[in-house]
């Protein structure tokens, strides 16, 4: 697969935040991550926003954010991704050996980066967030969540830990083994998960939206779960077995039923329940297949080993490009010398 490199040189932290059409809290998310940052690593960080194939002005917000601030990597998508794979392209540019990873809509706080740091060098490789509340968000969305992340877990073999997304804090090694994983239908939190090495958990409150409206309906949720189902576990390949078994040993019941009645000199009647078992035994048949087509065609889809993302632009301030060829931390410059220039992606 091809992807694109990141720029030479390197730095203390890589912050990726993927955005889709945030431009209301954009500006907000920028100064809270920016002085989080700049409290922990001074101004040796770098804040990579990857729009998403925004259709507001989220791209021209961090395009003039970029313009001003050398800390800024601006990467535009061709079109939208959808969530994991604009994280993953994120993730494909970071230079820093540690990685900071937090949605665009200050759900998560940026001000535990710190508190997570302090984790993350008692000696672990990965530092997740663990929503212990979650403020703003429906009671629908709450109990589809509960259910989902208790029902993976009785699903998949790998320890995916409940009630966390992809707020997390990692060490770079992490990163380079999920950049070196191909596939396409990624749970970006599983694959972390999968890696290994030293990962805990770190309690926190997520708050409301800061502005603007969830980018994931009931539709994207569902996709998300079943990719997550998928990509760790054959188990609902199993099912067709388990309900095959099931459904021989209720024929074979029903079967010494009729001989029973037969030899009674009774007759059984009943084309209802014939006509009921049919439709029953042909739905169960068409929804096994449905699950065999499914893992199927996800198959098909990685065999052609597309990339990824599409990367349109990336854009990096002047003074950040010639502090990475020559590895050193960017410094802030002052705005009269500010000039963005565009690096083909
Ligand atoms: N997002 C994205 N592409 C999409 C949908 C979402 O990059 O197609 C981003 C979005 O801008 C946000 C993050 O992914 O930074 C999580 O989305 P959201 O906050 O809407 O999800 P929720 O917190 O409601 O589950
Ligand atoms: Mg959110």
């Not at 966390?164 to 950049?179: A, C, K, P």
Request: aromatic content about 8%; some cysteine.
């Amino acid at each position: 697969m091809q992807v694109p490199q990141a720029a030479p040189g390197s730095c203390a932290l890589s912050i990726v935040v993927p955005v889709y059409n945030e431009e209301d809290g954009l500006d907000a998310m920028v100064a809270r991550v920016t002085a989080a940052a700049r409290g922990c690593f001074g101004a040796d960080y770098e804040l990579i926003l990857v729009n998403d194939g925004s259709k507001d002005t989220s791209w021209a917000r961090i395009c003039a954010h970029a313009e001003r601030d050398p800390h800024i990597v601006a990467i535009d998508l061709a079109r939208n991704h959808g969530h994991q794979l604009a994280l993953t392209a994120g993730l494909h540019h970071v230079r820093g050996a540690i990685v900071f990873v937090l949605d665009a809509d200050l759900q998560d706080p940026p001000e535990l980066l710190a508190p997570m740091l302090a984790k993350l060098r008692e000696g672990h490789d990965v530092v997740y967030g663990q929503r212990i509340k979650r403020h703003g968000e429906t009671a629908f969305k709450r109990g589809t969540a509960a259910l989902f992340y208790r029902m993976l877990d009785k699903l998949v073999d790998t320890h995916i830990p409940p009630d966390t997304g992809d707020f997390r804090l990692m060490t770079r090694r992490v990163v380079d083994q999920l950049n070196a994983m191909p596939e396409r239908y990624r749970f970006i939190r599983g694959l972390v998960s999968y890696v290994g090495f030293s990962q805990v958990p770190f309690p926190y409150e997520r708050d409301a939206r800061f502005a603007g409206e969830t980018k994931y309906p009931l539709r994207k949720m569902v996709a998300l779960a079943i990719d997550a189902v998928t990509s760790f576990s054959t188990v609902p390949l199993r099912f067709a077995s388990h309900l095959g078994m099931l459904f021989g040993l209720a024929g074979l019941l029903s079967l010494a039923g009729i001989v029973w009645v037969w030899l009674a000199g009774g007759t059984v009647q009943g084309w209802a329940s014939l006509a009921a078992l049919i439709l029953i035994m042909g739905s169960v048949q068409l929804l096994v297949l449905g699950v065999f087509g499914e893992y199927l065609g996800r198959m098909y889809m990685e065999s052609k080993h597309r990339p990824l993302f599409q990367v349109a632009e990336v854009r990096r301030h002047p003074v950040a490009v010639t502090a990475a060829a020559a590895g050193e931390a960017v410094q802030p410059v002052p705005a009269s010398s500010e000039e963005a220039i565009r690096v083909a992606g």
